[in-house]
Structures are given as C-alpha cells and as structure tokens.
C-alpha cells in the first residue's frame, strides 16, 4: 500500500495570501515549500482511493477512471472544495464518495451532486471492505462531523488517517492502541499553544498523540505557515519516529 500526500496544509495554505512572513515568501519562489490542502491518495494494487478532496486541480491530476472511489474526513470546504466542478464532468459510471452522514454536507454538493455518488455514507467503528482494503472509521474532534479511519490492506499493511482533530476521543484512541497502526497521518496544525484550539493539535498535543499510540512512524499534517516557522528552529528536536510530511511525499506502508 502506497500513501502520496497530494496536500498537508490548513485551510490558508502555504503561503497564506497577503502574508510576508519567511516561510510564505520562500514559498511564493520555491514550489517544493508549498501546501495545499490536506489530502491523499493511496495505490494498492486493486485499486487507487482519495482521502479528502481539497485541492483545485483534483480533475486535471486524476483523469477520468483513474480513481475508484474517494472517502471524505467530514464537509468542511477545504477537505471537498475539488469535487464542486468535478460533478459536472463525464464519466461512464458514478465515482463512489464515501463519509459521514453529514445531512448539511457543504453548500449544495450533496443535492446536485453530478457524477459523484454519496448515497454510501460511514458509521464510527462500523468496518468496510472495499476490494482489497479494509476501513474503520474512528470519531474525532472538530467543529464538523469528522472521521479519521483505520485502514488495512489484505496484505496487513495499517494505516491510521487523523484529519481533522484536537486531541482524540478515547475509544478512537483506545481503538489504536490495541490495533497499532504502521503508519499514522495526524492534524499538527500549530506550533506549541497555551491554549488547546477546539479543532487542531498543536505539535505538544500531537506527540502526545504519538507517544500513546505508539506507532511504527508518525506523519504530521495540515501544517500552518506559524507550525513550519518554529519548526525551522525546533524541527531536529523530534523523535525520530516523527516526520513533517511534505506535498508529493510518497511512503510505502507495512
């Protein structure tokens, strides 16, 4: 099972309009700085799954028949903002878009819905077999209905996907400690806070995260521009089992 992270920004991205900071301008002038919005693709070798569908360019990157289903965290607009001109487009079969029962979905997406097919929704800790993986959705914490999910492939590669979240409920958390994921994807969207924000981690809450779950490697995204700052001074201070995932970053699972 390969995992490409297509996006590993917030809602701003990197760079964030009409900021001056460093991290934005080294952006605006060198591309591999860049973040669009949080998403994935993962390859086995049945088939080809979108996790979250934010960026702009979804259709041109991913011709038509190329993906075979798609599964959504939750219905904020940057997790689906690539699939409102995607509905419009051609194709010989409904693409299969999976997530919450969200009823309120995002603007008029789910009722002119097009090509895209969300009749399949998900349930927490009620598991699908989809080809040749495996997936459990698991409840975390944000302002909308939002799942993160337990993947598995037929050959026992794990992957645990956690975007959007701030913190993560117990029975999600209690779920992977006992399944122990070989790679975990998780929201470390700022640098350390003294407050928690009610719907990302900061970086202490995610390696807290890490540390509970202990996973085989850790993967952080849905990074702000403020988190890639403190990094540029504190980034070598991680665990070794801790990666700051990149745009286009492709790892192979299990």
């Given at each position: 099972?390969?995992?490409?992270?297509?996006?590993?920004?917030?809602?701003?991205?990197?760079?964030?309009?009409?900021?001056?900071?460093?991290?934005?301008?080294?952006?605006?002038?060198?591309?591999?700085?860049?973040?669009?919005?949080?998403?994935?693709?993962?390859?086995?070798?049945?088939?080809?799954?979108?996790?979250?569908?934010?960026?702009?360019?979804?259709?041109?990157?991913?011709?038509?028949?190329?993906?075979?289903?798609?599964?959504?965290?939750?219905?904020?607009?940057?997790?689906?903002y690539?699939?409102?001109?995607?509905?419009?487009?051609?194709?010989e079969?409904?693409?299969?878009?999976?997530?919450?029962?969200?009823?309120?979905?995002?603007?008029?997406?789910?009722?002119?819905?097009?090509?895209?097919?969300?009749?399949?929704?998900?349930?927490?800790?009620?598991?699908?077999?989809?080809?040749?993986?495996?997936?459990?959705?698991?409840?975390?914490?944000?302002?909308?209905?939002?799942?993160?999910?337990?993947?598995?492939?037929?050959?026992?590669?794990?992957?645990?996907?956690?975007?959007?979240?701030?913190?993560?409920?117990?029975?999600?958390?209690?779920?992977?400690?006992?399944w122990?994921?070989?790679?975990?994807?998780?929201?470390?969207?700022?640098?350390?806070?003294?407050?928690?924000?009610?719907?990302?981690?900061?970086?202490?809450?995610?390696?807290?995260?890490?540390?509970?779950?202990?996973?085989?490697?850790?993967?952080?995204?849905?990074?702000?521009?403020?988190?890639d700052?403190?990094?540029?001074?504190?980034?070598?201070?991680?665990?070794?089992t801790?990666?700051?995932?990149?745009?286009?970053?492709?790892?192979?699972?299990?």
């Open positions: 099972m390969d995992l490409e992270f297509l996006g590993t920004g917030n809602c701003a991205g990197v760079p964030v309009y009409g900021c001056e900071c460093e991290i934005c301008s080294e952006a605006r002038v060198n591309p591999k700085l860049r973040r669009l919005s949080t998403c994935a693709k993962i390859a086995t070798i049945e088939q080809t799954i979108l996790i979250d569908a934010g960026i702009t360019e979804l259709g041109d990157r991913f011709p038509r028949s190329s993906i075979d289903r798609i599964i959504l965290s939750h219905y904020h607009i940057d997790h689906v690539g699939l409102f001109p995607m509905r419009w487009g051609h194709c079969h409904q693409l299969p878009v999976h997530g919450p029962d969200d009823k309120n979905g995002c603007d008029d997406l789910l009722k002119h819905h097009g090509i895209l097919d969300f009749s399949d929704t998900l349930a927490p800790f009620v598991r699908r077999k989809f080809a040749d993986i495996e997936i459990t959705p698991l409840p975390l914490n944000h302002s909308k209905l939002t799942l993160g999910y337990a993947i598995s492939s037929d050959n026992g590669c794990r992957l645990a996907w956690l975007a959007d979240t701030s913190g993560l409920p117990d029975h999600s958390a209690d779920f992977l400690k006992e122990q994921p070989h790679v975990m994807v998780i929201d470390c969207s700022f640098p350390p806070l003294d407050c928690p924000h009610p719907n990302h981690n900061d970086i202490r809450t995610a390696i807290e995260i890490h540390e509970k779950i202990h996973p085989g490697k850790t993967y952080f995204t849905h990074i702000d521009h403020e988190l700052q403190w990094l540029k001074l504190h980034g070598n201070d991680l665990p070794e801790i990666t700051i995932a990149r745009d286009n970053l492709t790892i192979k699972i299990g």
